[in-house]
């Protein structure tokens, strides 16, 4: 297994978005970029058929499954899964906020616990050979200052981990949902630049209202005039953007990985046709065409005719027998 791949860019672990079919999607607009699985929970994994959560096709690789719970044991269970379905990371989510993953004592509120957190990432690390990452907030809560936040990475760092995603806004628990928690509190870049200035052996990637390459490339070459951007980061992880407008992504290869090679696809509607034989094939399998077409809604997003294609979509999915044949006709709706 190739565990050398390149981290400058990902795309986030999104709830009911970063599934396996929208992984394999997005492989086709870009062969570099690094693709996060839904978070998984460990009860999920060790509870039910872990195919179901852990399946998918080596065309997505390289690929990363996130993990959430807060037992050690459990998660050097589940980590060893993921390892054995191939996957080329296994990263444990401790920045979600939901009262749902609350509930389970895990995701944003595993911050005020580093010693526990500390345990987890050492059993998973002792438990496989991939690699073990941890994506965090800047802060939770009241525990939102510059030393809290050093001290839970310097304390997670010396239990092994050395790959950290962070979303450069800390979390509220209480009072804010999980959409309110990606957008009311403020943006810090400078904790995540100051982190990377100081801590240099760590991979840094990070996330947070990163909507363009153009921000990208700001943050990982470094812009020496800014207090908040000044040091050149390890990586960039986008979320929303790249479902709702995932077109942004397909010069990603050449201007962020610098891949000399021509894009795959010229277009979005080559990027379509190359989608549809995955999409007969999951068909067959008897995958519901609205799990199939859901996230290619915004690939046209901003042409004219994109709006008559989403809602061809969307009206036409819950009866469609033949996906396929569905999105062959919403694309004739487009002008490209």
């Known amino acids: 297994m190739n565990l050398d791949f390149n981290r400058r860019l990902s795309i986030a672990p999104m709830l009911d978005c970063t599934d396996r079919h929208e992984r394999y999607f997005l492989r ?3 062969k570099h970029i690094l ?12 509870h039910t058929n872990p195919e179901q959560f852990l399946g998918h096709q080596e065309f997505e690789y390289p690929a990363v499954l996130q993990l959430g719970g807060s037992n050690p044991e459990d998660l050097a269970k589940c980590a060893k899964m993921v390892e054995a379905f191939g996957f080329q990371e296994v990263n444990l989510n401790c920045g979600c906020p939901s009262d749902r993953v609350q509930n389970g004592n895990f995701g944003a509120c595993l911050m ?12 998973m690390i002792e438990a496989v050979k991939i690699p073990v990452s941890v ?4 802060g939770v809560d009241e525990f939102d200052s510059w030393e809290f936040f050093e001290d839970f990475i310097q304390t997670i760092a010396e239990a092994g ?10 979390a509220w628990l209480k009072g804010l949902s999980p959409k309110e928690n990606r957008e009311v509190p403020p943006l810090h870049y400078d904790f995540v630049h100051r982190l990377k200035k100081d801590m240099t052996s760590l991979n840094i990637s990070i996330n947070g209202g990163i909507k363009s390459l153009d921000q990208a490339l700001r943050h990982l070459n470094g812009d020496p005039t800014s ?10 992880m986008v979320g929303r953007e790249a479902y709702e407008n995932p077109w942004f992504l397909h ?4 201007r962020i990985f610098g891949d000399t090679e021509p894009p795959r696809f010229a277009s979005r509607k080559a990027v379509l046709e190359a989608y549809l034989p995955y999409v007969e094939m999951e068909t067959s399998k008897g995958t519901p065409a609205t799990i199939l077409v859901h996230h290619l809604y915004g690939l046209f997003a ?21 996906a396929a044949a569905l999105i062959r006709e919403a694309m004739n709706l487009v002008q490209e």
């Open 35 to 46: 693709l996060y699985s839904e978070m998984v929970t460990c009860n999920a994994l060790l």
């Open 227 to 236: 207090a908040a951007t000044g040091m050149a980061l390890d990586g960039v």
């Open 28 to 30: 086709l607009l870009s």
């Open 112 to 123: 005020k616990d580093k010693h526990l957190v500390a345990d987890c990432v050492r059993a």
């Open 135 to 138: 994506k965090c907030r800047i």
């Open 302 to 322: 901003g042409l004219p005719g994109a709006r008559k294609f989403r809602q061809m979509l969307s009206d036409g999915a819950p009866r469609a027998k033949d």
């Open 161 to 170: 981990c050395k790959v950290f995603i962070i979303h450069a806004r800390k």
């Open 251 to 254: 010069d990603a290869d050449a």
